[in-house]
Antibody
Framework: QVQLQESGPGLVKSSETLSLTCSVS????????WSWIRQPPGKGLEWIGY???????NYNPSLKSRVSISADTSKNQFSLKLMSVTAADTAVYYC????????????WGQGTKVTVSS | QSALTQPRSVSGSPGQSVTISCTGT?????????VSWYQQYPDKAPKLIIY???KRPSGVPDRFSGSKSGNTASLTISGLQAEDEADYYC??????????FGGGTKLTVL
């Protein structure tokens, strides 16, 4: 059974770096493309970026200057780093598996809530 | 990259049909078949219900259907049930290796 589990600090100070990890079980991360998506409180979904195990990645243009996604095949996980956070980065962060290289987000983690404090 | 446009809310009575629109541009919805829809209950992760414009993952009832015309995609839910009350989001591949979501639509079953 494939499972995705986000982990990381639930509270990050303003101007610091948000770091989250998505641990994947039941399938090798080499077999799929993966993504991070977030949802601010009471708002809609926002795509953050994608990663392939080779290290190929791309990001939402609105976040590109602050975001980095990487993959660790030895641990079967991938990670998100978002720098210089502000209150606007407060959100539930989801990791998700992409169906094929360009397709839908077919499987999601349960999400982890991150609050940016001043 | 601007969010796709969805109505903020729609409603219908049990047994009726409702359609949720999702308007993008010729660079996203209009350019690709990779349009998907997600159902989200409060405090839950989204769930994929439609992909590739009109395909349903295993286990999704055939009451859910999708279509696309030009830059606008649509999700139709027929035979509305109380359990369909949720938020619905569209999403489109916007190339290269970027995606864009709609703002979300709250479905109320009257």
């Amino acid at each position: 059974q494939v499972q995705l589990q986000e982990s990381g600090p639930g509270l990050v100070k303003s101007s610091e770096t948000l770091s989250l990890t998505c641990s994947v079980s039941g399938v090798s991360i080499k077999s799929y493309y993966w993504s991070w998506i977030r949802q601010p409180p009471g708002k809609g979904l926002e795509w953050i970026g994608y990663i392939y195990y080779t290290g190929n990645a791309n990001y939402n243009p609105s976040l590109k200057s602050r975001v980095s996604i990487s993959a660790d095949t030895s641990k079967n996980q991938f990670s998100l780093k978002l720098m210089s956070v502000t209150a606007a980065d407060t959100a539930v962060y989801y990791c998700a598996r992409i169906m094929t290289a360009q397709d839908a987000f077919e499987m999601w983690g349960q999400g982890t809530k991150v609050t940016v404090s001043s | 990259q601007s969010a796709l446009t969805q109505p903020r809310s729609v409603s219908g009575s049990p047994g009726q049909s409702v359609t949720i629109s999702c308007t993008g541009t010729s660079s996203d919805v209009g350019a690709y078949i990779f349009v998907s829809w997600y159902q989200q209950y409060p405090d839950k992760a989204p769930k994929l219900i439609i992909y590739d414009v009109n395909k349903r993952p295993s286990g999704v009832p055939d009451r859910f259907s999708g279509s696309k015309s030009g830059n606008t995609a649509s999700l139709t839910i027929s035979g509305l049930q109380a359990e369909d009350e949720a938020d619905y989001y569209c999403c489109s591949y916007a190339g290269p290796y970027t995606w864009v979501f709609g703002g979300g639509t709250k479905l109320t079953v009257l």
